[in-house]
Every structure is written in C-alpha cells, then in structure tokens.
C-alpha cells in the first residue's frame, strides 16, 4: 500500500464549518433532529438513485475494529453536509477520540490533543499513523447500503433484493441485517468491511435524514 507523509497543519479548512452547521441545526428545533422518513426505495434501481442523492444525513453506532493482533471497540457518528464529513470515533481506543473531517478538497484528523494533521491518502496515512484504518472515502454510501457510485463494484443480493455483500476498493463489505430508519424503509443495521488488513464492524443504531435533501 503506498503512504504519503503526514503534514501538519494550522489553519482551519472549509470542512470545519461542518461544526457549526451541525451546531445551528441543532438550535433550529426539533424537526432537524427527528429528520423525516425516507421515500419508497424497495426497488434497487430506485435504492441507488435515491440514497445516492441523498447529501444531508447522519448515523451514529458502536464499531469494532481488528488489525493484525489488536483492537478496540468504540462509538462512531458520521455526519454529512453536502461534500463535507464529520466521523468520530470515541472510545476505549487507548488514544482518546479521534476526529476525522474534510471535504472534496481536504481530509483532516483530529487526535485526543487537539493537533490537526491534513490525510493525503487517508485510509493508508490513518494505517501509518495509529496502525488500523476505516473505509473513510467511501463509507457514507455503503452504510447506506449502496456502492460508492464512483467506483466499479460486485455486488450480492438476498432472496428478498437486499444488498448482502459489494466489493469495492479492496474491501469486502457485508450486511448482515436491516431495520426500518424511517417510513418503513430499511437500512443497514449491521455490517462488516474487511480490506488484507483490517477489520471493520459497525452497527448503526440511529438514522437521520435532513428534511431539505429527502426526495
């Protein structure tokens, strides 16, 4: 896997308005946060084009992580804005929270003291720099339980077509269970994303869709 440095920064990049977005949403009341349900996307084709629209949503979850011979167990909430990312894992990591956030221009870690340090290969600079990585470029689509529609992906379907299984960028994803996140449509509950060196689980206990991007 080629590895980039790792280069500090210190100024902050258009990404971090992320925070106060967030931060504004959630004084505009309670219909941000109860978000609204999804439409009907029963049909795959539907599915896809829908959820891959979407641009305005979070999740929050408990994930686990497994590399080489070690691994932790934490809480990770995944917020988006449009093309900018907030994910936090928070946790029994032995290094505090960790922040990564960016957009189409830049992506950020954040470690447990406050030092920004700018990701130029983020999956491969995370693996450098703690030695375990997350599918950061792409997870806000499989979460939702679609490929990353910039990528050329395998994908496996269940007798009732759910997506079980995709392959994408060197990582095998599988969904192993859906809940209703609102309007009687499912979405991933429980999935698995395995690259040669890590192994990620997550399991999403809550859902929001902002009501300005549902279709």
């Known amino acids: 896997m080629h590895r980039q440095g790792l280069r500090l920064i210190g100024r902050v990049r258009p990404a971090r308005a992320l925070s106060v977005f967030v931060a504004a949403a959630t004084l505009a009341g309670c219909a941000t946060q109860r978000g609204v349900d999804l439409p ?14 979407l641009d305005e949503f979070e999740f929050s979850g408990r994930v686990g992580v ?14 988006q804005a449009g093309t900018a990312f907030d994910a936090r894992l928070s946790g029994p990591l032995g290094i505090g929270t960790v922040l990564i956030e960016g957009d189409a221009r830049a992506v950020e870690v954040t470690d447990k003291d406050g030092v920004r340090t700018e990701l130029h290969d983020v999956e491969a600079d995370l693996y450098e720099r703690y030695g375990w990585t997350i599918p950061v470029e792409s997870l806000r689509y499989w979460a939702l339980g679609i490929p990353d529609p910039r990528v050329p992906a395998e994908t496996e379907f269940g007798s009732d077509g759910a997506l079980t299984l995709l392959r994408q960028r060197g990582w095998t994803v599988t969904v192993s269970g859906y809940r209703d996140a609102g309007g009687g449509q499912q979405m991933p509950a429980r999935l ?10 997550l399991v999403i206990d809550r859902w929001i869709f902002n009501e300005a991007t549902a279709p």
Do not use: H, M
């Open 66 to 79: 497994q590399y080489a011979d070690d691994g932790f167990n934490g809480k990770l909430r995944w917020e």
């Open 40 to 53: 009907d996307i029963s049909d795959w084709d539907r599915r896809t084009s829908v959820l891959g629209n």
């Open 192 to 201: 698995t994303a395995e690259s040669p060196e890590t192994r990620v689980r």
